[in-house]
């Protein structure tokens, strides 16, 4: 799978209207093709803009001119995509669930539960407290380079390019 990797656009996809300073915005990825696009929405063209629906989607705001920007990774916009991935059979977007399960274990958003061995796979089981629900993950056995590389995709991706997912 291929991402259109692309920072935040600063004005509207439909309207072309640019984004002010600390203008709420709303920010989606939209499965096209089987890949992932960003697409950036002001708050009027936002229901306009949703046709054959988001993956996954998030509001932000546009940074002060003036201030560095404060990066923060949103767990809930990454437990929104983990879950959604769920049953895909894409290879990388079972990589995808993957990287983003240890990410949301290093947040504490899952526990680790337990490992098995499943027609000579590993799966990971998780734990997800909030919902008192379990999650079981394919374990692609990535190496370390290749953790990396989606990493600074999804960074890309979401407009996070300082943060280490895991």
Same mark, same amino acid.
């Given at each position: ?20 300073? /600390? ?62 991935? /769920?049953?895909?059979? /894409? ?30 796979? /590993? ?44």
């Amino acid at each position: 799978m291929e991402w259109e990797i692309k920072r935040s656009s600063n004005g509207c996809l439909l309207c072309n209207k640019g984004f002010s300073e /600390e203008e709420e915005y709303y920010s989606a990825l939209f499965d096209e093709g089987n890949a992932f696009i960003r697409k950036d929405f002001c708050t009027p063209c936002w229901g306009k803009g949703k046709e054959g629906g988001p993956f996954s989607f998030w509001k932000t705001k546009a940074p002060k001119k003036d201030r560095s920007v404060k990066t923060f990774l949103n767990t809930e916009v990454l437990l929104d995509m983990f879950m959604r991935l /769920e049953g895909n059979s /894409e290879t990388h977007q079972k990589n995808l669930r993957y990287v983003l399960a240890l990410y949301l274990i290093r947040k504490k958003v899952f526990k680790l539960k337990s490992f098995k061995r499943q027609s000579e796979e /590993e799966i990971i089981t998780l734990f997800f407290p909030k919902e008192d629900r379990e999650f079981d993950v394919y374990n692609p056995n990535l190496k370390e380079e290749e953790i990396k590389a989606i990493t600074s995709e999804m960074s890309q991706l979401l407009n996070y390019p300082c943060v280490e997912l895991v």
